[in-house]
């Protein structure tokens, strides 16, 4: 059981004046059973009155408007969240030449088993799920083990390899790109073999360097920002699997929002008017949990500026 500390800054910076902004944010963590969020808070500058709601995956929609001329928007939330340890992931279960049988009672999740803009159901993608079959050992959870570590080792994590529209087309012709990808790449094979699955948007905390494997969260997790997916095994129950990481997800893994791909997540969207061009920034800082002796360390990732969007394009994980 892990606690955080998690400090998420956006800024935009314009040109010139603009007016009338509307903006939604998908930033409060999840509260559940293996995570609880004990504290949230949201400010903005300039300041607006902030509406909350649940959309229909349960994750908290905060909204906000600024009406009058301002040059800079700046949106921060500080959360202090819980995080238990995720279930395993079963070793046997139901076998997936039994998977068919399971259609009636898979039905509720329709929508999380359909392709969609981000993860095509793509010829490409029937070719790696065949392969993960064979590599399985016949269950369904070692189908979506086996699924998560063959997108691990056949594509490489590079920023800028795609874009925050990309679908797995781009990622499937350069056999790169970054945690959003892998996460609807192992969506799309997960859908397509006739599982449910959901994406997930959260953080990914960093390692002492002192523990195996630092180098690699160094890497991957340099934002903290992250994404994954999530598997519905039948009789089981939901299960995250970490495709940048190759494995099943741990306490360092911070939710905050479900979705079918990442239109439904997006930390942060909005319009406004005017024609002045953005710049927008990043920041996220993390405060890792006491330890046993009582001893709070701190441990940060912070991103530097980061090339705009068009207007109302959400930012890439």
């Not at 400090?7 to 902004?21: L, M, R």
């Not at 049988?101 to 799920?129: G, I, K, N, S, W």
């Not at 570590?149 to 529209?165: D, I, M, P, S």
Request: hydrophobic share 35%; aromatic share 8%; net charge negative.
């Amino acid at each position: 059981m892990n606690r955080y500390s998690l400090f998420h800054i956006t800024e935009f910076n314009y040109d010139g004046p603009v007016s009338e902004s509307y903006n939604e944010v998908r930033l409060r963590p999840r509260q559940d059973e293996t995570q609880t969020c004990l504290s949230f808070r949201l400010l903005t500058d300039p300041p607006a009155k902030t509406s909350e709601y649940q959309d229909p995956y349960g994750n908290w929609v905060h909204r906000f408007n600024v009406l009058p001329e301002h040059r800079h928007l700046r949106v921060e939330a500080d959360s202090v969240v819980l995080v238990h340890e995720p279930p395993a992931l079963p070793q046997d279960g139901i076998a997936l030449g039994d998977l068919a049988e399971q259609a009636e009672a898979l039905d509720e999740f329709y929508d999380l088993m359909c392709a969609t803009v981000y993860a095509p159901h793509l010829p490409a993608v029937r070719e790696l799920v065949q392969e993960t079959e064979s590599a399985g050992g016949g269950a369904v959870a070692g189908f979506a083990r086996a699924a998560a570590a063959l997108v691990y080792r056949r594509f490489r994590y590079e920023k800028g390899a795609t874009h925050v529209q990309s679908s797995i087309e781009d990622a499937l012709r350069t056999r790169a790109g970054v945690c959003q990808d892998f996460a609807h790449l192992l969506l799309a094979m997960l859908r397509m073999r006739g599982l449910p699955a959901r994406y997930v948007s959260g953080y990914l905390m960093p390692r002492s360097t002192t523990e195996p494997g630092a180098a690699a969260a160094e890497v991957i997790g340099g934002q903290a920002s992250h994404a994954w997916t999530e598997v519905y095994l039948p009789g089981d129950g939901w299960f995250g699997l970490d495709p940048t990481l190759g494995q099943p997800v741990d306490t360092r893994h911070v939710r905050v929002a479900y979705g079918r791909d990442y239109g439904d997540v997006a930390p942060v969207r909005g319009v406004y008017k005017g024609h002045a061009g953005q710049r927008l920034s990043v920041d996220v800082r993390v405060r890792p949990a006491l330890d046993e002796e009582g001893h709070e360390h701190l441990q940060e990732t912070a991103a530097g500026p980061v090339q705009p969007p068009p207007a109302g394009e959400p930012q890439q994980q």
